[in-house]
């Protein structure tokens, strides 16, 4: 039974395969092959290639799964692959090839019921190119590699391929020397700082040398006039970078040069090298043993200007000698000694004269060159000064004399007591009369009125000369500033009505308090702060501390015994908020909060914390100008410190003025002063009452 049904199985087997009588087998469908491949690919680099097997249009077969394709490279067998259920295949090559076009053939063998395809595809093998970019951008840099020496170009590139993949040998020039500058290697942006090193391609495609750049640069001293200062004065200069190195020179009128000084250096950041300027400040000038500029207040770039020009606080004293009881002008020359103790001789005429470019300090004066008695005077110089000297003349000197001779005349003719029995002698002697009580009463009568007219005028004289002598200087020479003409100010700049302040009154000799003396000199002394316009005291200050406090002619400082041992322990007051909430301004227009989106001009800077933008030649001062907290350069924070946010637009008051208000002060801006250390400068500023 069981051999019966296996026979009868394996029947309907055969029976099922032999296909009936005139019945054709189905034709396979037709396909096609489409091969995706790169144009060019650089040596040593793995690509793909994909192939994707379909219909003649393009048109996805259910059968089109898991059927083998084979890659040719070159007619050489290199690789099968299965498609995936899209008919696609892909083909990663890892080994190099060769540099050069290469064929790549893709083969499907066929199914039974897909029919055989095949496609083809050039793809050119490139050679590797790895680029060189200089930091900054040098011409003329050196590249060695692979035997050949390359050249970067104007814009401090250059490309070198490379046939075969591998480690190879660089080198890149250790110091290039133009007129203009030196340049010495630093480093590679991935952290390489030998200019000989080895590169492995291609994973290496772009590389940075970074270099140090150091140039020379010219000098020249002028005063606050403009005037050119004779470089033969000047002892020594100290100079210090923003990198610390400090150089120390003593000028030569034959050549006014130094050089090499460092104008950049490479440093590295998350966006690779980049070339950062190298800032230079005055830290001191000596004419004779007298530091005649303030610390840090003057500053420059040598990557960008070559040529400095140094302003000296050089002051002008102008001397007027006078004898004390006629008024008249006396004298040949004024000895000036100066703080070093040495002399210099100014000449006079008509009893007046002028020294030029006279170092800030203590110094003393005598008036030479007359006969009679001149005292030594001391003399505080710190800005422009006329100086009157009084002396006792010849003239005075015999008017003291006559005064003396007259008095003592007119006691012996008032009859002294004392001098009697001389007048008696004389009488006796001559055989005179004795005169007579009448005649006697007369003539002391006329005597003493005589002796009281007599020390009458040489009380006035007298009187008038101490006046004379003791009569109070001016504090500054008188100066003509040149307004910005209405007509000539921006269009965007508002003209707003400011109240005229009262008049500054002449400063004072007052001390400036010990707590803020050494931050004083520091932070630019006279040009930042001014000179003290008021003793120190104790105060409630904005925050409610007690501070103690002294102010200056642009400037209250303020010392906090609660931050002792930081940078802020002494800090400046917010005079320009205090000023125009003194002035009304604070509702005026200049002074509302501007729109983020709507910048004057290019060159501004928007301050969030105000509203307000900041632009032109008083964001360039802003940048330029702030204390000394210890940050390299002039940070933010510093210029925050010094000046504040800006807390109006710029805008024209009833002067003509260009002016901005910042929380700490107010600037002006003239532009006829352009490029020039007055196109912008601090304006005193009104507070209130203590």
């Known amino acids: 039974m069981r051999r019966s049904i296996l026979l009868l199985a394996i029947a309907l087997t055969l029976l099922l395969a032999t296909p009936a009588p005139g019945l054709a087998q189905a034709e396979p469908r037709p396909t096609a092959l489409l091969i995706e491949a790169p144009a060019a690919v650089p040596v040593g680099e793995r690509f793909a290639v994909v192939a994707r097997l379909s219909g003649p249009s393009g048109e996805i077969y259910g059968a ?30 890892t080994q190099p090839l060769p540099v050069g076009p290469h064929t790549l053939t893709v083969v499907y063998q066929g199914s039974s019921s897909l029919a055989p395809a095949a496609a083809s595809a050039i793809v050119t093998i490139a050679p590797a190119v790895l680029e060189i970019e200089t930091v900054p951008a040098l011409p003329g840099i050196a590249v060695r590699a692979l035997g050949k020496t390359f050249t970067t170009g104007t814009n401090g590139t250059v490309q070198i391929p490379f046939d075969q993949p591998g480690s190879y040998q660089i080198e890149v020039s250790r110091t290039i020397i133009t007129p203009e500058q030196t340049a010495r290697f630093s480093r590679w942006n991935d952290d390489w700082f030998s200019p000989l090193r080895t590169v492995i391609i291609p994973k290496h495609r772009h590389l940075q040398a970074g270099y140090d750049v150091e140039t020379a640069i010219s000098y020249r001293f002028i005063d606050l006039d403009g005037q050119p200062v004779d470089p033969r004065r000047i002892e020594r200069v100290v100079l210090k970078s923003s990198i610390g190195e400090v150089r120390e020179l003593v000028p030569d009128s034959a050549q006014m040069t130094v050089g090499p000084i460092k104008a950049s250096r490479a440093i590295p950041t998350v966006a690779g090298l980049t070339a950062s300027s190298v800032q230079w400040s005055i830290e001191a000038v000596y004419v004779r043993g007298t530091n005649v500029v303030n610390r840090k207040q003057q500053r420059f770039y040598p990557i960008d200007e070559r040529d400095w020009t140094i302003t000296l606080l050089l002051y002008t004293a102008t001397f007027s000698v006078r004898d004390i009881f006629f008024g008249l002008p006396v004298g040949q020359t004024v000895r000036l000694t100066y703080p070093d103790g040495s002399n210099e001789l100014v000449p006079l005429q008509d009893g007046r004269g002028v020294a030029r470019s006279l170092p800030r300090g203590e110094y003393r004066v005598q008036a030479t060159g007359i006969y009679g008695w001149s005292p030594t005077a001391p003399l505080a110089l710190s800005r422009n000064q006329d100086v009157d000297l009084t002396v006792l003349s010849g003239l005075d000197l015999l008017l003291i004399l006559i005064l003396v001779s007259a008095s003592a005349t007119a006691l012996v003719l008032a009859g002294r007591p004392q001098l009697r029995h001389l007048r008696r002698w004389i009488a006796e002697n001559r055989r005179l009369p004795a005169p007579q009580a009448e005649t006697e009463g007369r003539a002391r009568r006329l005597a003493l009125i005589a002796l009281l007219a007599l020390t009458l005028s040489g009380t006035i004289f007298l009187t008038q000369g101490l006046a004379r002598s003791q009569r109070p200087r001016p504090s500054t ?205 601090r304006d005193p500023v009104m507070r209130r009452t203590p």
């Open 64 to 93: 089109v799964e898991n059927e083998v394709l084979q890659l040719l490279i070159d007619g050489i067998h290199f690789r099968r692959e299965r498609t995936n259920f899209a008919g696609a295949a892909q083909f990663v090559l």
């Open 477 to 681: 020479a008188s100066t003509v500033v040149q307004r910005v003409s209405p007509t000539a100010a921006p269009a965007t700049v508002p003209r707003v009505s400011t109240p005229e302040p009262e008049s500054t009154p002449e400063p004072l000799d007052i001390r400036i308090a010990p707590e803020f003396a050494a931050f004083w000199e520091t932070n630019g002394a006279l040009a930042v702060f001014g000179v003290a316009v008021d003793a120190p005291r104790w105060a409630v200050g904005e925050d409610g501390m007690r501070v103690y406090l002294q102010d200056f002619t642009f400037a209250r400082l303020e010392y906090r015994p609660n931050l002792v041992g930081t940078p802020y322990a002494i800090q400046l007051a917010r005079l320009g908020t205090e000023e125009a909430e003194l002035l009304g301004l604070l509702e005026s227009e200049p002074f509302r909060r501007r729109s983020a989106d709507t910048p004057p001009s290019a060159d501004c800077t928007y301050f969030t914390q105000t509203g307000h933008w900041l632009c032109g030649s008083f964001r360039a001062f802003w940048r330029r100008n702030g204390l000394e907290l210890g940050d390299p350069g002039i940070s933010a924070r510093e210029s925050l410190a010094l000046l504040g946010y800006p807390i109006s637009e710029a805008f024209v008051d009833e002067a003509g003025r260009t002016v901005q208000y910042f929380e700490r002060a107010k600037l002006v801006a003239y532009p006829e002063f352009r490029g020039t250390a007055n196109e912008v400068i």
